[in-house]
C-alpha cells in the first residue's frame, strides 16, 4: 500500500495529539502498533521508489514552485525507514519510566514527523520552518528531567541554533531575491542557468554556515555535547538527538550543496573540513571522563567522517557515508542507551567508577561490546563495511588510506578507553534488566551485527551499488583491526596518562559569545575562500 | 535601500551577540535579526506603485503587481520568532531562578562549579 508522502509528517503529529488522551503506560500497545504501521507503510513506500524512481509530490494541487513540494528519493526513504524503526525501538525502550508523561509523549512523536518531514522537504523555507519546529521541541526535550545544569545546556542549544537558523534564512532571501523561487528542483535549474556566479557567494556562504553548525562540523560544534550529553536529557532522547537529527543538517547539506553543484566548487574545502572535524572529535572524546560527553564528542568524530565520505564526489564514498550514517545511528543509540542503564545502575557519570559491568549487567556489556566493535569497524560489524566503502571511493587521493587509519586509530583509542567499564570486578552483584530494554538493546545489537555481515547485500538492496569484499579482504582487514588494537591498547595504558594536553583540553569550554564569534568568523572565512578560489 | 538596511541591521545583531553578556540583550539582538530578514524578504522584489494583487478583473493593463511570495513567508516567520522568542524568555525565566544573574559568563561559572 502506498501512501501520499505527506501522511508520514502528519500521521505522527495526529497520532501525538489523539496519544495525548491515552495514559502514558497504558497506550503503549496502541503507539507499538501505530508504529509498526508507520513502519510498514515506510517499507512500501521505499520499495516504490526504488521500483519506479523519485517520488515527487506538490501539496494542494498547485504547480510546482507555488506548492509546497515533498519529494522522496531513494536516501530519503531509506532514512525515513530508519527514522521509525529508531522511534519504534526508543519508545519500547523507556515506557516504563516515570518522565515519560502525556507532554514527552507529545513532543517526542512530534519530534518523529518533523524529523520525517525534514529528510522529506523539497522546498528552503519549508526546511527553514522545520528546524525552528524541531529546534524548539529538541530543546524543551533536553531540560525536559529539570535538572539545573541543563537548563544552561538547553538555552545554549536554542540559541545558538536559532541564530544558525536565521544565517540559513538570510541566504535563502538573498536566492529568493535573484530567483524568484525556493523549490530546491526549480532552484538547481535556475542556479545552473544564473551567468553571474560571484552574486551566489554571499547566500551560499550564509547557508553554509547555517547549516556547519546545524551538522556539527569542526569550529561549530561546542553546543553540540552540551545538548547530546547534558545530565537531564533522558537517555532516549540522547540516543535519538546523536543518532538522527543531527544527520538531518547533513543531509540538508547534502542537498543544499546539489544545488550550487557546478556553479560553485567548494567539495575540496568540505574534505579538509571534515578531516580535521573527524579529527578534533576524537581528541576532544579522549580527553573526556563522563561517558555521555566521550559518546558526543565522538558523535562530532562520526560526522566528520560522513561529511568527508560526502564531499569526496564519488559514488561508492557518497552512499559509503549514508550507510555509515545508517549504521552510526543504530550504533550510538545502543551506546547512549546502554550508558543511560549504566548511568542508573551505578550512580555516576565518571567512566572510571563504572566497572564490572560484564558481572553485573551481561547483557548491557554484550550490547556495548558488540557496539564498540561496530563502532571501531572490527571486520564483520557494520561499521567496517561502511568505512570500507568511504576508503574505496577516496583513493584517487593522495594520503587517503593513511587519514582513514588515523581516524580509526582515533576511535579505538577512545573506546579502548570507553570498554574499561567493562572490565573484571567481583564484587558487583547480577542485576536483572527489564525485559523491554533488553529486547531493544538486543535488537539493534543483532542489527549492528547483520548489517556488517550482510553489508554488502544491504548497501546494493538501499542504494543499489556494492564493493564485494572477499575472505582474503577479511583476513587483511582482521590483521590490520588486530594490529591497531594493539597499538591502541598500548598507547592507552602506556602514554595516555602522561600527555597533559588532554587534561587541557578537557577544560575547554566556549562561551555563547564565543559561539556566536565562532560561526561569524566560519562566515567570513567562507566567503572570503569563495572569493579568492571559487567561480 | 532596504536591503542595505537590512544588511546592516542583521550585522549590528551579530555584534550584540558578540559583544555582549547579557542575556535579554541576546534576546533582542535576536529580534533584531528576526527584523532585518523581514526587511530584506519584503524589500527583494519590492517595486514603485505596485498594486496588491488583488481583485485581478479591476488591475488596468501594465500595472505592475506585488509579488506576495514574500508576505506570505514572513508571516510565517513573524509567528515563529515571536513563538521562538516566548520560548528564550520563558528559559531565560528558569535560568535566572537557577543562577540569580543575567550575565553568560556568571552563569557559565557557576555552571561549572556545579558539577
Redesign the interface.
Known amino acids: 500500500m502506498v501512501i501520499d508522502l505527506f501522511w508520514f509528517v502528519l500521521l505522527p503529529i495526529l497520532f501525538a495529539v489523539f496519544s495525548y488522551l491515552i495514559y502514558p503506560k497504558k497506550g503503549l500497545i496502541l503507539v507499538l502498533f501505530f508504529q509498526f504501521l508507520l513502519f510498514y507503510l515506510a517499507v512500501c513506500n521505499f520499495l516504490e521508489v526504488k521500483a519506479n524512481g523519485t517520488r515527487l509530490e506538490i501539496l494542494g494541487g498547485y504547480p510546482q514552485g507555488i506548492g509546497i513540494s515533498l519529494k522522496s528519493d531513494l536516501v530519503s526513504a531509506v532514512l525515513i525507514m530508519l527514522v521509525i524503526f529508531l522511534f519504534t525501538n526508543m519508545i519500547l525502550f523507556n515506557y516504563h519510566k516515570d518522565y515519560v508523561n502525556y507532554l514527552f509523549r507529545l513532543l517526542y512523536l512530534i519530534l518523529e514527523g518533523l524529523i520525517c518531514a525534514l529528510f522529506l522537504s523539497n522546498d528552503l523555507?519549508n526546511i527553514f520552518?522545520l528546524v525552528?519546529?524541531s529546534t524548539?521541541i529538541v530543546?524543551?526535550l533536553i531540560?525536559f528531567k529539570k535538572y539545573?545544569?541543563s537548563?544552561?545546556d538547553?538555552?545554549i542549544y536554542?540559541?545558538s541554533n536559532?541564530?544558525a537558523a536565521?544565517f540559513f534564512?538570510?541566504g535563502i532571501?538573498?536566492l529568493?531575491?535573484y530567483f524568484?523561487v525556493l523549490d530546491i528542483s526549480l532552484l538547481t535549474e535556475a542556479v545552473s542557468r544564473f551567468d553571474n556566479p560571484p552574486a551566489l557567494f554571499l547566500p551560499f556562504a550564509m547557508i553554509i554556515t547555517g547549516l556547519s553548525l546545524k551538522s556539527a562540523v569542526m569550529p561549530l560544534f561546542s553546543w553540540l555535547p552540551k545538548a547530546h550529553g547534558t545530565p537531564s536529557a533522558p537517555s532516549i532522547v540522547s540516543a535519538i538527538l546523536s543518532g538522527i537529527y543531527i544527520k538531518c543538517g547533513l543531509f540538508i547539506f547534502v542537498r543544499v550543496s546539489a544545488i550550487f553543484h557546478g556553479v560553485i566548487d567548494v567539495g575540496q574545502i568540505f574534505i579538509v573540513m571534515g578531516a580535521l572535524t573527524a579529527v578534533v572529535g576524537f581528541i576532544f572524546a579522549l580527553s573526556q571522563t563522563d561517558i555521555k560527553l566521550i559518546l558526543a564528542y565522538h558523535t562530532v568524530s562520526q560526522v566528520g567522517l560522513m561529511m568527508l565520505g560526502l564531499s569526496l564526489g564519488t559514488e561508492y564514498a557518497y552512499y559509503g557515508a549514508f550507510y555509515h550514517l545508517i549504521n552510526h545511528a543504530v550504533f550510538k543509540s545502543t551506546l547512549f542507551l546502554t550508558a543511560g542503564i549504566m548511568i542508573e545502575e551505578y550512580h555516576t557519570r565518571n567512566l572510571y567508577e563504572i566497572k564490572g559491568l560484564w558481572q553485573k549487567q551481561p547483557l548491557v556489556a554484550l550490547a556495548t561490546l558488540v557496539s564498540i566493535l561496530g563502532i571501531t569497524g572490527a571486520p564483520l560489524f557494520n561499521g567496517s563495511y561502511s568505512k570500507y566503502l568511504i576508503e574505496k571511493g577516496g583513493l584517487h587521493l593522495p594520503f587517503f588510506d593513511v587519514l582513514m587509519l588515523i581516524i580509526n586509530l582515533g576511535t579505538i583509542v577512545s573506546f579502548v578507553k570507553y570498554s574499561s567499564v567493562l572490565k573484571k570486578d567481583n564484587s558487583q552483584q547480577r542485576v536483572p534488566l527489564r525485559f523491554n530494554q533488553s529486547i531493544v538493546i538486543l535488537t539493534l545489537a543483532a542489527v549492528t551485527f547483520l548489517g556488517g555481515l550482510f553489508g554488502p547485500y544491504l548497501s546494493s538492496f538501499f542504494f543499489g551499488i556494492s564493493k564485494p569484499i572477499y575472505a582474503s579482504d577479511y583476513l587483511i582487514k582482521l590483521g590490520v583491526y588486530l594490529l591497531s588494537i594493539a597499538v591502541c591498547y598500548l598507547f592507552y595504558r602506556f602514554f595516555y596518562h602522561k600527555i597533559a594536553l588532554f587534561k587541557k583540553i578537557r577544560q575547554i569550554?566556549l562561551?555563547?559569545?564565543e559561539i556566536?564569534?565562532s560561526m561569524?568568523i566560519f562566515f567570513c572565512g567562507m566567503y572570503f575562500y569563495l572569493i579568492v578560489f571559487g567561480g | 535601500m532596504g536591503m542595505i538596511i537590512a544588511f546592516i541591521l542583521f550585522f549590528i545583531a551579530i555584534y550584540g551577540l558578540i559583544a555582549r553578556r547579557n542575556i535579554i540583550k541576546a534576546i533582542i539582538a535576536f529580534g533584531i535579526m528576526e527584523s532585518a530578514i523581514i526587511l530584506y524578504f519584503l524589500g527583494a522584489h519590492h517595486e514603485r506603485n505596485a498594486v496588491p494583487p488583488l481583485l485581478l478583473g479591476q488591475i488596468a493593463e501594465g500595472t505592475a503587481i506585488a509579488d506576495p511570495l514574500p508576505q506570505a513567508l514572513m508571516i510565517t516567520s513573524i509567528v515563529i520568532g515571536v513563538s521562538v522568542t516566548a520560548v528564550g524568555l520563558t528559559m531565560f525565566i528558569s535560568l535566572y531562578y537557577h543562577y540569580g544573574t543575567t550575565n553568560w559568563l556568571k552563569v557559565a561559572i557557576k555552571r561549572k562549579e556545579e558539577k
Open positions: 523555507f520552518v525552528e519546529v524548539i530543546s524543551i531540560i539545573s545544569q537548563i544552561y538547553g538555552i536554542l540559541f536559532l541564530i536565521s534564512l538570510f532571501g538573498i529568493y531575491r524568484g569550554e562561551s555563547f559569545n556566536v564569534l561569524f
